[in-house]
Every structure is written in C-alpha cells, then in structure tokens.
C-alpha cells in the first residue's frame, strides 16, 4: 500500500512548454484533487475529481487540465507553461465521505523559466 | 517545501512546553475541519479533524477547540517535542469536497 505516488519529484520547464504531472493512489479512493503550494498562501485547490469520469475546476483553475479515466489516476496537464506556475503540486486522496481526512502524495516542485 | 512560509508566523517554544496553534477561518458555512503538519519536503500529514457540530476533539497529544462564533480554531499540542517541529496548517470544508488551507504557522521546538 503506497498511498499517494507523485511523480517527478522535481522538474524543470521552459516558458510554453508542456507536461504532465502523474497522480495514482492504491487506496481505491473515489475523491482526488490537486493543490497548489505557494510561499505565504497555504494551499489552493486547482482541480479535483469525485469519481471516475467526473472532474470539476476549483480555486485557481486556469492554464491546467485534468482528466480522470481511472479511480486511480488522476493526472494534471500544464498545456503552456508560464512562470507563474513555478510551484509545489501535491495531489490528495479521500475515500469520498468527505469526513475523514485527505492523504497528500510528497509533491512534485516545478520550475518555470 | 522548503521555499513555503517564508513569511509565515512562527511559535517558539522548548521542548516539554504545551503549544497552542491558532487559526481564524472565514466561511461561517463550513462544517468540517481539519489541521494538519507539513514537515520539510514532505506533503500535508493529517493530524486531528473537527465537524461543526463539536468544540472540542482529542487525540494522542492533541486536542482541537472550534469557537465558531468567533470562527476561531486552535490547535493544541501537549508535551511538545522537537519532532513536532513543522508547519501547521488549519482547512475548513465551505462545501462538499473543497477544502480551503490557511497560509500555516510554523512550530518550532527547542531541546
């Protein structure tokens, strides 16, 4: 049981460039979103899912894309880089029930420059 | 990581000492709360969660207090020791599956 699994750990882009940051719990969780962690603003939600086949956009949604064919999959696209996605992602997982609390993957640190 | 919370207020205390963590939230809606620790590089770790029709919640070493008349969570740590040296974070849940994280306090403990 690996939990949440994250990869890369790190990575670096060039301003346009595109990605893909993996996500995959073992945990059969329905819910899964993905974060955002700035310096001094805590974490924002950027997407998350309910279940297989359901996305929908949170917080700070723009210039990401997210899809969720799997209940263990749940990766995040950047489609153009900019600098101002220079962040650390962390994915989280719940059951679904909303009551107990999420399990955060170990983050992926992003350059853009 | 590392470069989080360089602005972020910071509790001093020494090792032994009771802490208390404070948190203000803003949406009189929510109801479920949740702190959680981020040591160094590492993800949120939940700590202890609190639904809205409670005022007060303990676990090993740990107790969560909600007032939410004032909207005020804290967070209550006992015999703190240098391993609970991190970064604090309250959420509050202003709707079904959307957490909002609060900017963090850092612990840290001295031997």
């Known amino acids: 049981n690996a939990g949440v699994t994250q990869t890369p750990k790190f990575q670096v882009l060039k301003t346009g460039q595109s990605m893909t940051l993996q996500c995959a719990q073992d945990?059969?969780?329905?819910?899964m979103s993905w974060y955002r962690q700035d310096p001094g603003m805590g974490l924002r939600l950027i997407h998350y899912?309910?279940?297989?086949?359901?996305?929908d956009q949170g917080e700070v949604p723009n210039g990401y894309n997210v899809s969720r064919s799997t209940t263990e999959d749940f990766p995040l696209r950047l489609l153009s880089a900019a600098p101002s996605q220079t962040s650390v992602y962390f994915c989280?997982?719940?059951?679904?029930?909303?009551?107990?609390?999420?399990?955060f993957g170990s983050g992926t640190r992003l350059t853009v420059v | 990581g590392e470069s989080v919370g360089l602005h972020l207020p910071t509790l001093s205390v020494q090792e032994g000492d009771n802490s208390i963590i404070n948190c203000a939230y803003s949406n009189s809606a929510s109801d479920y709360f949740i702190w959680y620790k981020q040591e160094s590089g590492k993800g949120p770790q939940f700590i202890i969660d609190?639904?809205?029709?409670?005022d007060k919640r303990q676990g090993q070493r740990v107790t969560v207090l909600l007032n939410k008349t004032v909207k005020h969570l804290s967070l209550q740590i006992a015999a703190t020791q240098p391993g609970d040296s991190a970064v604090y974070f309250c959420a509050e849940r202003p709707s079904f599956q959307k957490l909002v994280f609060g900017t963090g306090t850092r612990l840290l403990v001295s031997p």
């Open positions: 945990m059969n969780h329905e819910y």
């Open positions: 609190i639904r809205s029709n409670m």
């Open positions: 989280a997982s719940s059951i679904g029930q909303g009551t107990y609390g999420y399990t």
């Open positions: 899912s309910v279940g297989a086949g359901i996305t």
